[in-house]
């Protein structure tokens, strides 16, 4: 069972920055896209970032301009690069993977992001 793990987040304080790392326990077939997810208290969880093999990326309106992902589909890594960090981006952030195989879909466990004065 392939699992992704997340590490980097934390408590930072608004207007700073952190950094999240994803990587695949295991080589994931057919892989075509990996990116990040959010889920804040009490709301549902929401797209934030991704990016694909053909070298497309695609952001959420909240974070335009403000993260930054990145990462290797060959090497089954991805990362997020977040400034200028606000308390709405509070959230368990959780790495995704596509793949076109079965199972189509991974979810790392989550890493907490806090932002708080």
């Known amino acids: 069972q392939v699992q992704l793990e997340e590490s980097g987040g934390g408590l930072v304080q608004p207007g700073g920055s952190l950094s999240l790392s994803c990587a695949a326990s295991?080589?994931?077939?057919?892989?075509?896209?990996m990116g990040w997810y959010r889920q804040a208290p009490g709301k549902e969880r929401e797209f934030v970032a991704h990016?694909?093999?053909?070298?497309?990326?695609n952001y959420a309106d909240s974070v335009k301009g403000r993260f930054t992902i990145s990462g290797d589909i060959a090497k089954n890594t991805a990362y997020l690069q977040m400034n200028s960090l606000k308390p709405e981006d509070t959230a368990v952030y959780y790495c995704?993977?596509?793949?076109?195989?079965?199972?189509?879909?991974?979810w790392g466990q989550g890493t907490q992001v806090t932002v708080s004065s």
């Open positions: 295991r080589r994931i077939f057919m892989l075509r896209a």
């Open positions: 990016f694909s093999s053909g070298g497309s990326t």
């Open positions: 995704n993977a596509d793949a076109d195989a079965n199972p189509f879909r991974y």
